[in-house]
């Protein structure tokens, strides 16, 4: 197996990559704890590529990245690549972001997530993005997920992500269809 490191020091994002990567030759393991990477990117592609390369060079491992966000189309694309930044908890989130929407119609929004990943030289091998277009919302509806989930309403399901049974997320979010466009190429490495 080849070592393949996370870029994040979130133990639930290592185990979500797990679940997409369980089928390949990839032993995925965290970056190291001192090792800080500041987000300076101005779209989630180039976040995801900073992460990567910074780890890739840093450990001299194959590294993977993802950065992803919400963007809403009346509100120019925010909160986009500032979506965790956008208050200080998921509720305080989701408040400002219908406070935003309050006098709007339009609330055509999309899931955007980027991958990348680095060589242990740091250069890029691959890179790719999903997109999962919703709604949001008026009110929250459902218990799961995390963040935007429960005001972002996924037409081709009927349900937002709150509401999703965690397999159809995974099949349908920005995540799944990002790794999903990974994996083949993945295995060609």
Same mark, same amino acid.
């Given at each position: 197996?080849?070592?393949?490191?996370? #870029?994040?020091? /979130?133990?639930?994002?290592?185990?979500?990559?797990?679940? %997409?990567?369980?089928?390949? /030759?990839w032993d995925l393991q +965290?970056?190291?704890?001192?090792?800080?990477?500041?987000?300076?990117?101005?779209?989630?592609?180039?976040? =995801?590529?900073?992460? !990567?390369?910074?780890? *890739?060079? !840093?450990?001299?491992?194959? =590294?993977? $990245?993802?950065? &992803?966000?919400?963007?809403?189309?009346?509100?120019?694309?925010?909160?986009?690549? %500032? &979506? *965790?930044? %956008?208050?200080? /908890?998921? @509720?305080?989130?989701?408040?400002?972001?219908?406070?935003?929407? #309050?006098?709007?119609?339009?609330?055509? !929004?999309?899931?955007?997530?980027?991958?990348? +990943? #680095? /060589?242990?030289?740091? =250069?890029?091998?691959?890179?790719?993005?999903?997109?999962?277009? @919703?709604?949001?919302?008026? !009110?929250?509806?459902?218990?799961?997920?995390?963040?935007?989930?429960?005001?972002?309403?996924?037409?081709?399901?009927?349900?937002?992500? $709150?509401?999703? #049974?965690?397999?159809?997320?995974?099949?349908? &979010?920005?995540?799944?269809? *990002?790794?999903?466009?990974?994996?083949?190429?993945? $295995?060609?490495?």
């Amino acid at each position: 197996m080849t070592i393949l490191i996370v #870029a994040t020091g /979130n133990p639930g994002k290592l185990k979500e990559m797990q679940e %997409y990567l369980e089928e390949t /030759n990839w032993d995925l393991q +965290l970056k190291p704890q001192e090792l800080d990477i500041e987000e300076t990117g101005t779209t989630f592609a180039e976040n =995801a590529r900073l992460k !990567a390369v910074t780890v *890739a060079k !840093a450990t001299g491992q194959w =590294a993977i $990245a993802d950065d &992803s966000g919400l963007a809403v189309d009346a509100l120019d694309g925010r909160p986009g690549i %500032y &979506s *965790a930044r %956008y208050g200080a /908890n998921d @509720g305080d989130r989701i408040q400002r972001l219908l406070r935003e929407l #309050a006098e709007t119609r339009d609330r055509r !929004a999309q899931f955007i997530c980027a991958i990348a +990943l #680095a /060589n242990p030289q740091g =250069a890029i091998a691959l890179e790719v993005q999903g997109c999962c277009p @919703g709604t949001i919302l008026e !009110a929250p509806r459902g218990q799961g997920g995390f963040g935007y989930d429960p005001i972002f309403w996924v037409e081709q399901q009927q349900q937002t992500f $709150a509401e999703m #049974a965690p397999e159809t997320k995974k099949a349908c &979010s920005h995540r799944g269809l *990002a790794f999903k466009q990974l994996l083949p190429k993945l $295995a060609q490495l």
